[in-house]
């Protein structure tokens, strides 16, 4: 399963940026607006693998 989101700046005066979760992801996590989500990072190969899990307040 995969998704495309589109990267866009978080304002114009910031140096950060900001993409779309998609719905399927918000769906499996229950996630409402508020939520956060903690992002994982790692590298194989050439390809970068993430893994996103949401975080217990």
């Given amino acids: 399963m995969g998704f495309t989101t589109t990267i866009a700046k978080a304002s114009t005066i910031a ?3 900001r993409t779309t979760v ?3 992801i918000i769906n ?3 996630l ?3 939520d956060k989500l903690d992002w994982n990072m790692k ?3 050439k ?3 993430i893994h ?3 975080v217990k307040n």
């Fill in 22 to 24: 998609p719905a399927a």
């Fill in 47 to 49: 390809n970068i693998v």
């Fill in 28 to 30: 499996q996590f229950n």
């Fill in 15 to 17: 140096k950060s940026y």
């Fill in 52 to 54: 996103i899990k949401p």
């Fill in 43 to 45: 590298i194989e190969g």
């Fill in 32 to 34: 409402k607006e508020g």
